[in-house]
């Protein structure tokens, strides 16, 4: 029965309980600094250590490092020897997090937040290749998005109270590296390698076919809306009468209600087709960044920014089962973080082509734009794999 069990839960392997949430943890550590990219990028121009153009190019270029990080692992590197690659990953990760208080230019700290953005990368692929050999990716994917939200938003009370109003920057870089090297006691609990996937069947399964490219497009362009809208949203809101202050606490009780927006996916993967799910997502973000530009009041601008924190983090375990439905070889689903944090670093780029001076008001309509071709690109995808799936089943 155990044996049959294992087949049920996995494609290959058969980790334990414990090696899942190691593995899953190795992954969340590398992404702590997103959560916490406007505490610690924020001190850093408090402290004149940065101007505004140096901090939107340091964040920017440490997503897409990540981005590049995750394809490199996910596809050069071979899945053994996983406990030794963890410890190795999160000693050079603490390193750089440490050697952030040591640069004294904002070229030297561009340099090191890419670096650390490649190694960050790689933990993510550790994740993700455990996510991707699962026979439910949707649920260990909304496990792997509400620990890694949830350590967040743990982090980010306690820098926000503690650490960096009385240690500043460098304090709040050394409780990263900190994290980094008591997470070494987790690494030696992550399986010791993964299983081979199956191999792609040519020309029907595998990145390089229009489904696959669908699929990407499709989570991209969703997540151009998420970086556009999230990083304007201190500028929407004072654009509508709404004090700096407001806005900070409303971004940090959007940890908390991310957190809940993974959980509600894990609990509810079972009983929501990925394509509804996708789809009533996109049509509830549309609305939201309708509201958003319509000049709301405070409490249709802090219902608007909750519903898209929500939405963000109940999204993605779903956006799995896309890529995983697109291509079953698993392949594309290890190019999931690239395309979601390629469109969370772009949206910003791209959208502030629209703005003029201080007025942001046009974000939410580009937001709105990213929203529908995401959801025309789910449509051709879906029509396509139908249109497929009847000329096979004829050719059969």
Excluded at 52 to 77: H, K, N, P, R
Excluded at 189 to 202: C, D, Q, S
Excluded at 233 to 244: C, K, W
Excluded at 339 to 365: E, N
Aim: with cysteine.
């Amino acid at each position: 029965m155990a044996l049959q069990k294992a087949h049920t839960d996995w494609l290959t392997g058969n980790p334990t309980k414990v090696q899942q949430w190691a593995a899953l943890w190795i992954g969340s550590a590398g992404m702590q600094i997103f959560g916490l990219q406007p505490i610690l990028l924020g001190a850093l121009y408090a402290e004149k250590r940065v101007n505004f153009d140096e901090l939107a190019l340091i964040a920017t270029a440490e997503l897409i490092m990540v981005a590049l990080g995750s394809v490199i692992a996910g596809f050069l590197f071979p899945t053994t020897h996983l406990r030794a690659r963890s410890a190795l990953l999160l000693v050079l990760l603490g390193a750089l997090s440490y050697a952030v208080i040591l640069a004294a230019a904002a070229g030297e700290l561009l340099l090191v937040r890419s670096l650390a953005g490649l190694v960050e990368g790689a933990m993510v692929a550790i994740s993700v290749e455990l996510i991707a050999r699962s026979c439910r990716p949707e649920r260990l994917g909304g496990m792997f998005i509400g620990l890694q939200t949830f350590a967040q938003c743990i982090l980010a009370a306690l820098l926000a109270v503690f650490v960096v109003p009385e240690f500043g920057s460098n304090g709040g870089f050394l409780v990263l590296a900190a994290v980094c090297v008591l997470s070494l006691a987790i690494a030696p609990l992550v399986p010791a390698e993964y299983g081979k996937l199956i191999r792609p069947v040519a020309g029907k399964e595998g990145i390089y076919t229009l489904k696959s490219a669908l699929a990407l497009l499709a989570i991209f362009t969703f997540f151009l809306f998420i970086g556009a809208i999230w990083a304007f949203l201190e500028p929407l809101g004072v654009g509508s009468g709404i004090d700096v202050q407001t806005i900070g606490l409303l971004v940090s009780a959007s940890l908390a209600v991310q957190v809940s927006g993974a959980l509600c996916a894990t609990w509810l993967e079972r009983s929501i087709d990925y394509r509804i799910s996708i789809v009533a997502c996109t049509l509830l973000a549309i609305a939201a960044c309708l509201a958003l530009a319509t000049d709301p009041g405070l409490t249709t601008f802090s219902v608007a920014a909750l519903s898209i924190a929500f939405i963000w983090m109940f999204i993605t375990p779903y956006q799995i089962g896309l890529a995983i439905a697109a291509d079953p070889s698993r392949s594309t689903a290890l190019l999931l973080p690239a395309a979601q944090l390629l469109g969370a670093a772009l949206g910003p780029i791209a959208a502030s082509l629209l703005i003029v001076g201080d007025d942001a008001s046009l974000v939410p309509w580009f937001a709105v734009g990213a929203l529908l071709s995401s959801l025309t690109l789910l449509m051709l995808l879906i029509v396509y794999s139908r249109g497929s799936a009847i000329t096979e089943g004829k050719l059969s």
